[in-house]
């Protein structure tokens, strides 16, 4: 069954950086969109990025655009997403999900979110001032 482990989360100081994993089994990310979501508490959650393998499509939600880049590693088939000049506001719960549909790029924007079925546990992101 499809399975996604996200880990790499913490707490760092602005302007720092990390690095999130999310480890994927019972399916092949290359054949799907694979997006990063986070959630702040008493805010909605928010697609952050995006990728799909086959054609290199990415997406990147304005506010993160510049400063984080989501990319994969087919053969250990884990998506990573690197954060970089990290602000308080980038603070929250980072999800990795991907759709049940394959062989098409979904943008994690609000209207797509329900087309993202299959979703990790969490990994916690805190940035301090």
């Known amino acids: 069954q499809v399975q996604l482990v996200e880990s790499g989360g913490g707490s760092v100081q602005a302007g720092g950086s990390l690095r999130l994993s999310c480890a994927a089994s019972?399916?092949?990310?290359?054949?799907?969109?694979m997006g990063w979501f986070r959630q702040a508490p008493g805010k909605e959650r928010e697609g952050v990025a995006s990728?799909?393998?086959?054609?290199?499509?990415?997406y990147y939600a304005d506010s993160v655009k510049g400063r984080f880049t989501i990319s994969q590693d087919n053969a250990k088939n884990t998506v990573y997403l690197q954060m970089n000049s990290l602000r308080p506001e980038d603070t929250g719960m980072y999800y990795c999900?991907?759709?049940?549909?394959?062989?098409?790029?979904?943008?994690?924007?609000?209207?797509?979110?329900?087309?993202?079925?299959?979703w990790g546990q969490g990994t916690q992101v805190t940035v301090s001032s």
């Open positions: 990728f799909y393998a086959l054609i290199g499509s990415t």
């Open positions: 019972g399916f092949s990310i290359s054949t799907k969109s």
């Open positions: 999900a991907t759709t049940q549909v394959s062989w098409i790029f979904i943008p994690p924007t609000r209207a797509n979110s329900n087309k993202y079925n299959y």
